[in-house]
C-alpha cells in the first residue's frame, strides 16, 4: 500500500497525484523502473506526469507559493528524466498538459525530452493549435497524441476519431510535430 505517498494523504483526501517530495515517492519510481525498463530496447519511456491536479494543494501549497507549481513541478521531470538517461540511457516522453500555462517552464524541459501534446475528444482547432504552436515555439520535440474516443462506450465512436485523428494528423504536421 503506497497510499502515503499521495499529496493530501495525511487528511485522507481523494488524490491521484504522487508527493514529490517524498524521497519514498522516487524510490518508488526508481524500483518500479528498475523492474521494467532492462526489458525494453526502446531508446526512450513515457513517463506521464499528466493531470497533478493537487501539485499545488495540501502539503505542497506552501511549497508550491514559494517556489511556483510550475518549478515544482519541473524540478520531478528533471529529477526523472537525469535519473533515467543516467541508468538506463533513455530518454523521457511525458504529457505536456501541466507546462501550457508556464511559459517559464519550457526552459527547463530536459534536452532529449519529448513533450507529448493530446487530444482526447473533438477539440476545437484552435486550442489544439495553441498547444501545438506553444510547444514549437518553445523548440521543444513533440508528438501529437490524438484520441481514438474508445473510452465510456461498448463500441468507440469512430465518427470521431476519424475526425480527431485527421485534425491532430494535420495540426501536428503544420507544427513540425516528432511523432504521431
Known amino acids: 500500500e503506497f497510499s502515503y505517498l499521495k ?13 514529490p517530495l517524498l524521497p519514498e515517492s522516487f524510490e518508488l519510481i526508481s524500483n518500479i523502473y528498475e523492474s521494467l525498463l532492462p526489458y525494453f530496447s526502446s531508446d526512450s519511456v513515457n513517463i506521464g506526469m499528466d493531470e497533478a491536479f493537487e501539485l499545488d494543494k495540501y502539503e505542497l501549497e506552501e511549497v508550491c507559493k514559494k517556489q511556483g507549481k510550475d ?6 521531470l528533471c529529477k526523472l528524466s537525469g535519473h533515467i538517461g543516467e541508468k538506463y540511457n533513455k530518454k523521457v516522453q511525458f ?44 523548440g521543444c520535440d513533440f508528438y501529437i497524441c490524438p484520441g481514438d474516443g474508445t473510452w465510456k462506450s461498448i463500441t468507440g465512436r469512430f465518427d470521431m476519431m476519424a475526425l480527431n485523428v485527421r485534425i491532430a494528423a494535420d495540426v501536428g504536421k503544420k507544427y513540425g510535430a516528432k511523432g504521431y
Not at 493530446?118 to 515555439?137: F, K, M, N
Open 7 to 19: 499529496i493530501g494523504a495525511e487528511g485522507n483526501y481523494e488524490s491521484g497525484t504522487l508527493n
Open 71 to 76: 518549478n515544482v513541478f519541473m524540478d520531478w
Open 95 to 138: 504529457w505536456a498538459d501541466m507546462i501550457y500555462k508556464y511559459p517559464d517552464a519550457f526552459k527547463r524541459i530536459p534536452k532529449d525530452a519529448t513533450a507529448l501534446v493530446w487530444g482526447y475528444d473533438l477539440i476545437p482547432t484552435t486550442r489544439l493549435e495553441t498547444r501545438c504552436r506553444t510547444v514549437a515555439e518553445k
